[in-house]
């Protein structure tokens, strides 16, 4: 059996070095139909074959998905989703060699809401891939980013089981015309108006995403949620989250496992195969996918570092084809982060705190620079002292005493840049000001006491 480190060795040869006319190089008789790597021509049955056995091969050799557990599909309804979702179909087919053992259920998170488009927009959309679901037969799901701003305070996966639902499940019309009307909510949409950056934009929808994903997998009893990340796109964000200020967190962004949600893993099976191999592997078998429109659909070139980083990687590698495999195999050699105190880690996105540094340290410097910059004008930052007039109405507990400076100590670096884009910290999802105000408060309570704990309590 071939290795699926399929990148290792290959060249960067332009495109025009590279010639068609020949035989299938697996079975060397059929005519190919697509060419892989570099110079690799494969018939439609063998590149097929290629396909499927990068995608088992992936989760064969993690060892992490048991015989008869039930995984949690994440289906947006994209190439790279819908390829995802016929390849698992396969494998659970009579017709299959080797079956896989896993149980699939399907979630579709809605994120147009962030675009404000029309309701019936936004239904022709959705009724595409409620109509998707229902031709499986597998359990589904179905939730709106609207749903990620109001999570159960505190840790949201486990309040999640205690009488609220952050989804649907489709099992009657009378779920799906629930869903209709919880649409109506434009209060994500307000909310994204008022971030300045596309940048900020993007990094904030992922991050509702994950939460909800994770609340919703934790409500139904998932202990993992299937990813549809090509090797493509975890080259572009290997680049865009260096871009961000997220270096750290590359292993944990693009790794088969990540762990970093407590007991919800997020796995990426398909992580070894290119969007380009995704595309061919759709049109050979018929697979159709749904155009949902993001935020950066027909926009300019350079609208944010992400939209940047996608025309750089994918340009290059249209004359380069090994430019994708020689970023992701070079990202693999770094180590992920373990598991840190709860205390240690962003109240936003999960990863461990990058922040506590030194005081001689590029960061003191950017937040020496910033505070310059605001000459002292920012009324958020005035934490300090009672906000009553000594007459009991002292009000600095509560949670609209919060503001944005509370909220930055929380928050990793790169998270820190998307707030600082924001007007106002409320915008934040409840459960994330809710664990910030927990946490803000354990601190200045440890430093109040801080004289008479013994040395190694913390």
Avoid at 77 to 90: D, K, M, R, Y
Avoid at 128 to 157: K, M, N
Avoid at 284 to 309: C, K, N
Avoid at 452 to 457: E, P, T
């Amino acid at each position: 059996m071939c290795s699926v480190q399929d990148g290792d060795g290959d060249i960067p040869v332009p495109r025009s070095a590279v010639s068609v006319d020949r035989v299938c190089m697996k079975c060397k008789v059929a005519k190919p139909v697509v060419v892989t790597r570099v110079n690799d021509a494969l018939c439609r049955d063998c590149f097929i074959v290629y396909v499927v056995h990068k995608f088992r091969a992936t989760i064969g050799k993690s060892h992490l998905i048991r015989d008869g557990e039930e995984i949690l599909l994440a289906f947006s309804g994209g190439p790279s989703s819908s390829a995802l979702l016929h390849l698992v179909q396969e494998g659970l087919s009579q017709r299959a060699h080797k079956r896989l053992r896993f149980k699939p259920s399907l979630v579709h998170i809605d994120e147009t809401g962030v675009l404000g488009l029309p309701s019936e927009e936004r239904q022709k959309t959705n009724t595409a891939v409620l109509d998707v679901f229902r031709s499986t037969g597998y359990p589904c799901y179905i939730s709106s980013l609207e749903q990620a701003l109001d999570l159960p305070g505190g840790s949201g996966a486990q309040n999640a089981s205690e009488g609220h639902s952050p989804c649907w499940c489709l099992d009657s019309e009378e779920g799906l015309e629930t869903y209709n009307r919880a649409k109506n909510d434009k209060r994500l949409a307000d909310i994204f108006k008022s971030i300045k950056s596309t940048t900020a934009k993007e990094d904030y929808v992922k991050k509702l995403r994950n939460q909800l994903l994770t609340t919703i997998a934790h409500r139904y009893s998932y202990s993992k949620v299937m990813l549809a990340d090509t090797s493509s796109r975890l080259a572009i964000r290997i680049l865009s989250d260096i871009g961000q200020g997220r270096g750290g967190q590359v292993s944990a962004d693009t790794c088969f496992a990540d762990d970093r949600h407590g007991d919800i893993m997020f796995v990426r099976p398909i992580r070894e195969v290119t969007s380009k191999e995704v595309a061919m592997y759709n049109s050979l078998h018929g697979v159709e996918s749904i155009f949902v429109p993001t935020l950066t659909t027909r926009a300019q070139r350079g609208s944010s570092i992400d939209h940047l980083t996608e025309c750089f990687v994918t340009g290059l590698q249209a004359e380069f084809p090994s430019t994708v495999s020689n970023i992701t195999r070079t990202a693999g050699k770094l180590d992920s982060v373990g598991r840190t105190r709860t205390e240690d880690i962003c109240v936003l996105c999960h990863s461990p705190l990058d922040t506590n540094v030194g005081e001689a340290s590029a960061l003191r410097a950017v937040e020496f620079s910033d505070m310059l910059s605001k000459r002292g004008c920012d009324p958020g930052s005035k934490t300090t002292g009672c906000c009553g007039e000594g007459d009991g109405s002292c009000q600095s507990s509560k949670v609209n005493s919060l503001h944005n400076t509370d909220v930055i100590k929380t928050l990793c670096y790169g998270c820190r840049l998307t707030v600082k884009d924001m007007t106002d910290v409320s915008q934040l999802p409840s459960h994330v000001i809710y664990e910030a105000t927990s946490r803000i408060n354990r601190m200045r309570m440890r430093k109040d006491i801080q004289d008479f704990l013994i040395d190694g309590d913390s």
